[in-house]
């Protein structure tokens, strides 16, 4: 993965953090079924309650790494897994467009130009998305 598309998936995520842990939560309950594991029995082995379970699997709490370990472990898959296929929504901007944007940003050396450039980013964002 480069540089970019980490960039990308990152701000993606800061602004989407539920997408990210329903596909993890989603990826838990479905590889604790092909074990066929019962949620009692896995809660049990990771020490917390059904209810805490639950909501890992459905997004609605975060998960630790820590914790997504003990999962893999029980379940005898990689960590990697819970990964694997994460596709994010498709964005209506072209990335070529994104990467420019991001490349020119990066040569601007003064912290003034490039905060009034943030601000009025956010303005021409909000202003433009309302109209689309």
């Keep these: 993965m480069n540089n970019f598309n980490l960039h990308y998936i990152l701000i993606y995520m800061k602004k989407n ?12 309950r479905y590889y604790r079924n092909f074990r066929g594991v019962t949620l009692k ?8 309650t059904s ?3 639950q909501k890992y699997e ?7 790494t820590e914790r997504l370990e003990e999962i893999s472990l029980i379940l005898d898959i990689p ?3 819970f990964f694997n296929d994460l596709k994010l929504p498709k964005n209506s ?6 990467r ?7 040569k601007i050396s003064s912290r003034k130009i490039r905060k009034l450039l943030i601000e009025n980013s956010a303005i021409f964002a ?7």
């Design 17 to 28: 953090r539920n997408f990210i842990r329903n596909k993890i939560g989603e990826k838990i």
């Design 41 to 48: 029995k896995l809660a049990e082995e990771l020490n917390i």
């Design 51 to 53: 209810q805490q379970l």
């Design 58 to 64: 459905k997004g609605m709490n975060r998960i630790t």
């Design 79 to 81: 960590v990697s897994y």
């Design 93 to 98: 901007h072209n990335d070529t467009e994104i």
């Design 100 to 106: 420019k944007l991001i490349f020119n940003f990066k």
């Design 126 to 132: 909000e202003e433009f998305s309302l109209k689309q």
